[in-house]
């Protein structure tokens, strides 16, 4: 009697809803077991996902491939646990809760200066987990206290008028309308708040740097007579050192670089002449500086344009390449990489005001942009002498 009264696991009652009557259709069906239908619908789905990945991988879709490799794993791993005993799926539910959370707790410890062991645990364990979620620069923010955002500036160049007039389109990312709401590039509103945080976030993958080159000083003085030439004084060492206006990116940060510029110049034609081809892409990394005390007591506007630090980044085709004029690039007769800088202004911060000025030349005039151009400083102000 006690035998008779035992129940399998296929027998138990599920909870009522249409993939509950399927898989029970199912299992009647092929009379197969709930649990091995689950594992091989993952399976199968695990299978997709790969094949999927396969496909985006071949056409350079990069992204999409990592996110379907990653589905693939995990599907994977279901397909597995579903086959374990409840004790079993438990144990390995609350290995996962608990690996998490280890991974938020490195990201907000590891800011330096941070513990030896808390910085080789998140650079050999977590490090890839948390940047694929994107929750390590999140916890990092106020850890220990919030720094200038990053925002990504572009400016297209198009062909020309047959009158010589330039065509130029500003993409600010992200970007915010006349009442401060934030806007995609094409001036249609973000209604979310999640995607207006991942705007911000695409800039945080430019922020590597490189260091501070042996040379320069030598960069420093071709910087000054070229601003002296063009009227683009450098900006004002009193707030930033010279050594600071200077902020090569580094390998990684030059590879999303060229993305952006690529995604940038396939998506955006002329805001008026749309058949116009792209001839160059500008790019700047701007550091949005936070108000500190003082400046909200005098009462400064958080969006004062003396707060934006634009830094040159380069000029760019529009398959994300270095234009010969801003950096050549060659493979030498050994097989090695060189190159050579030909722009001056390359890594230099920009003084905001006069961002028009070295994006789209010396004649404004003639230019055709949707870039509100911002006042420069009259040439006998105290400001500009400063600078200069």
């Known amino acids: 009697m006690k035998d008779a009264s035992l129940e399998t696991r296929s027998e138990k009652p599920g909870p009522a809803g249409i993939w509950s009557y399927f898989m029970k259709r199912m299992s009647d069906r092929t009379g197969l077991s709930i649990y091995w239908l689950q594992f091989l619908l993952l399976l199968a789905g695990s299978l997709t996902a790969f094949l999927v990945s396969e496909w985006l991988h071949g056409i350079s879709w990069n992204s999409a ?66 940047y694929f979620l994107w929750l390590n620069n999140a916890y990092h923010f106020y850890s220990p206290q919030p720094g200038p955002a990053n925002l990504l500036w572009f400016c297209i160049e198009y062909d020309p008028e047959p009158d010589g007039t330039r065509n130029f389109r500003w993409v600010l990312i992200p970007n915010w309308d006349e009442k401060e709401r934030p806007v995609n590039p094409d001036g249609t509103p973000v209604f979310s708040g999640t995607e207006y945080t991942r705007r911000l976030s695409l800039a945080e ?34 707030v930033l050192p010279y050594d600071q206006q200077y902020r090569a990116p580094d390998a990684r940060s030059k590879r999303w670089i060229q993305a ?80 050579e800088v030909r722009d001056p202004y390359l890594y230099w911060v920009i003084p905001a005001e006069f961002i028009t000025r070295h994006a789209q030349g010396a004649n404004l005039e003639k230019s055709n942009a949707n870039m509100r151009r911002i006042p420069e400083p009259a040439p006998d102000s105290k400001e500009t002498e400063v600078k200069k």
């Open 65 to 130: 491939a990592l996110l379907f490799r990653v589905a693939t794993i995990l599907t994977a791993v279901a397909a597995i646990v579903v086959l374990l005993p409840s004790v079993g799926r438990r144990l390995v539910i609350s290995l996962v809760i608990l690996f998490h959370f280890g991974g938020i707790i490195t990201a907000i410890s590891s800011v330096s200066p941070a513990p030896w062991l808390t910085m080789q645990i998140w650079t050999t364990v977590y490090r890839p987990y948390l």
């Open 205 to 238: 993958y430019t922020a590597g740097n490189a260091g501070v080159p042996g040379d320069l000083y030598l960069l420093w003085d071709r910087r000054l007579k070229v601003g002296e030439k063009d009227k683009i004084p450098p900006f004002d060492p009193r």
């Open 260 to 339: 952006y510029v690529r995604h940038v110049a396939a998506t955006y034609p002329h805001q008026n002449h749309p058949e116009r081809s792209v001839l160059t892409v500008r790019f700047y990394r701007v550091l949005h500086q936070i108000l500190q005390p003082g400046q909200v007591v005098e009462g400064l506007d958080p969006n004062d344009i003396s707060l934006y630090y634009p830094f040159y980044c380069g000029e760019f085709d529009k398959d994300g390449n270095f234009t010969e004029r801003c950096m050549k690039i060659w493979i030498n007769s050994d097989g090695y990489f060189q190159w």
